[in-house]
C-alpha cells in the first residue's frame, strides 16, 4: 500500500500549462500503477490518464490526448502530468491513484490521494 498526496494545482489562463505532481509513500512503488482522474463540478468522476508499474505504457482519455503528458520518477517516488492547452472544461478536482496495473476503470484503482484544485479561467 502507498499514501498519496497531489500538489500542483492552482488557477492558470485558458491556454496556459500546468503541472501536477503526486508523491507516493511506501514501498512497491516501482511496479504500482499510477492514474490520474478528475472530477468537475456537478459531474462524475473521470479518467484522465495512467502510466504502468512495468515498463512505459501510458494511456490517455480522449479529451486529453495530446495535451496531457503523464510520466514518473520511481527514485522520487512521484508521477506527474503535465498539462497544457488548457481550457475552461479542464476545470475539476485532479486526484492521483494506484492501481495494480495500468487501467482507465476507476473501479481498479485502490488508493487515492486527497485531490488538488485546477482552475481554468477564459
Known amino acids: 500500500q502507498v499514501h498519496l498526496v497531489e500538489s500542483g494545482g492552482g488557477l492558470v489562463q485558458a491556454g496556459g500549462s500546468l503541472r501536477l505532481s503526486c508523491t507516493a509513500s511506501?514501498?512497491?512503488?516501482?511496479?504500482?500503477?499510477m492514474g490520474w482522474f478528475r472530477q468537475a463540478p456537478g459531474k462524475e468522476r473521470e479518467f484522465v490518464a495512467t502510466?504502468?508499474?512495468?515498463?512505459?505504457?501510458?494511456l490517455y482519455a480522449d479529451s486529453v490526448k495530446g495535451r496531457f503528458t503523464i510520466s514518473r520518477d520511481n527514485a522520487k517516488k512521484t508521477v506527474y502530468l503535465e498539462m497544457n492547452s488548457l481550457s475552461p472544461e479542464d476545470t475539476a478536482i485532479y486526484y492521483c491513484?494506484?492501481?495494480?496495473?495500468?487501467?482507465?476503470?476507476?473501479?481498479?484503482?485502490?488508493?487515492w490521494g486527497q485531490g488538488t484544485q485546477v482552475t481554468v479561467s477564459s
Open positions: 491513484a494506484g492501481a495494480i496495473f495500468a487501467s482507465t476503470i476507476e473501479s481498479m484503482y485502490k488508493d
Open positions: 511506501g514501498r512497491t512503488f516501482s511496479n504500482y500503477a
Open positions: 502510466t504502468g508499474g512495468i515498463g512505459d505504457r501510458t
